[in-house]
């Protein structure tokens, strides 16, 4: 049973990234992805990134932090370099995340 809720747990999320999450579009996920890659990440985020983690609900976005598997499998995305991209664009975190 618990094999199985992880499994729909897996699915669930990997449906709602296809789409975005927490106010974060694919494309808004696709503009940070130069800045957060696994591999030659660029130093900076883009101003499209800058601007779609400004719309996102960043608090929200906290709580995928946790699911690095579902990052790396869709956009190429080292979870700990995209949770510091909202720091980079002037953009604050919250304390719990």
Same mark, same amino acid.
Not at 77 to 96: E, F, Q, S, T, V
């Given at each position: 049973?618990?094999?199985?809720?992880?499994? %729909?747990?897996?699915?669930?999320? &990997?449906?709602?990234?296809?789409?975005?999450?927490?106010? %974060? &579009? &694919?494309?808004?996920?696709?503009?940070?992805?130069?800045?957060?890659?696994?591999?030659?990440?660029?130093?900076?985020? &883009?101003?499209?990134?800058?601007?779609?983690?400004?719309?996102?609900? %960043?608090?929200?976005?906290?709580? /995928?932090?946790?699911?690095?598997?579902?990052?790396?499998?869709? /956009?190429?995305?080292?979870?700990?370099?995209?949770?510091?991209?909202?720091?980079?664009?002037?953009?604050?975190?919250?304390?719990?995340?």
């Amino acid at each position: 049973m618990g094999a199985l809720l992880a499994v %729909l747990v897996v699915l669930a999320m &990997s449906a709602e990234v296809a789409h975005g999450i927490c106010n %974060l &579009s &694919s494309d808004g996920i696709r503009a940070c992805q130069p800045a957060a890659a696994i591999r030659n990440p660029t130093d900076q985020p &883009s101003a499209a990134c800058c601007a779609a983690l400004a719309g996102a609900n %960043l608090p929200c976005l906290c709580r /995928y932090k946790n699911a690095a598997g579902v990052w790396v499998r869709f /956009y190429k995305i080292d979870i700990n370099r995209a949770m510091g991209l909202p720091g980079k664009c002037g953009l604050a975190m919250p304390a719990n995340c």
